[in-house]
Structure formats: C-alpha cells, structure tokens
C-alpha cells in the first residue's frame, strides 16, 4: 500500500489541484491532500473551511482523504508511513519555491517529494487570481471545482 500526501495552503482548492491529486492517485494507492498553513500567508478562508471546500472538491475520487495539518509536513507524512509529497508545478516561479521546501522535508523526513508538472491548460490557474477575479465579480466556474465557485461568489457577496 503506498501513500502520497499533497500538501498545500488551498486556499481555496483549483482545479489545478484537483488534477495534480487525480494524477499522484494514478500513482499511489491512497492519496492525502493535507490542508495546512504557510506561515507567511493570510487567508481568505479559514482553516474549517479550506479543508471542507478541499473534501469537497475530491470527494468523487476513490483513494482520496483530506486533513488539516497543524504541524509540520515532514512530520505528518512520516507519521502517515508516505512514501512521497507530491506537488504540482505549473512553472520556474512554482519551481523555485518548491526546491527549498522539498529539501527540507527530506532532509527533516527522509521523505522525497515528486513533482507533477501542471495541466497547461490550467498553468494560468492560481489560487490567488480566482479570488482575484471573484471579489470583482468575475467568472470562475472553469477554474475551480463547483463546490469552491460556490463558497466564493457567497463569501464576496457577504464581504
Ligand atoms: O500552497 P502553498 O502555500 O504553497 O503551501 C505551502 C505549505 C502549506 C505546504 C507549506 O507552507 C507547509 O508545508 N506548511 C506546513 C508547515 C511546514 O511543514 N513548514 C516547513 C516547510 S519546509
């Protein structure tokens, strides 16, 4: 039985994502998105609602779980007996952030991290543009599952 946790800050989930998790199952037996918090960051969504948009929006994927991570990645995924992180790239912005997180996991965990390149016709997919064009009213219906299309249109409107 082999194990990939995908780990991110999912805020909110893309389809980008969705299909990063899709593939890495194609190649694990159990795939863990783990929701977890990047310390430079503030959210849009709190931590509840970042791991229900996620559970949401790959709840039609056999194999697939999600959880909220308090500590660190390395930690969880050794706990978890994962046998890789797995992490979408979309390009050389993604790659030079990802080269010093996947280092130090395998140097806190033993534990390598795979890169999935992204979908190109969901390269230009960012969490960030979503909330972007959602808080001007924008249309995201193809850029995130319908679940997420949902929770934003309704959090902007309470905004
Ligand atoms: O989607 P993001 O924001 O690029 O994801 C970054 C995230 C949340 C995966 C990263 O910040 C993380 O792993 N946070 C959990 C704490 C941790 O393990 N920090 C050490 C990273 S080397």
Redesign the pocket.
Known sequence: MTIAVC?????PITSGHVDVVRRARGMFDEVIV????????KYFFSDDERLSLAQGAVSDIPGVSVEF?D??????AAERGAAAIV?GLRGAADYD??Q???L??RH?SGIETIFIMGDPALGHVA?SFVKDIASHGGPIADLVPHNVALALKKKVESQ
Not at 71 to 76: E, K, V
């Open positions: 780990p991110g800050s999912f805020d783990a929701v977890a918090r990047n310390a430079h960051k991570v500590g660190l990645i390395a930690d969880f992490k952030a990802e010093a997180m996947s130090l996991n806190l969490s």
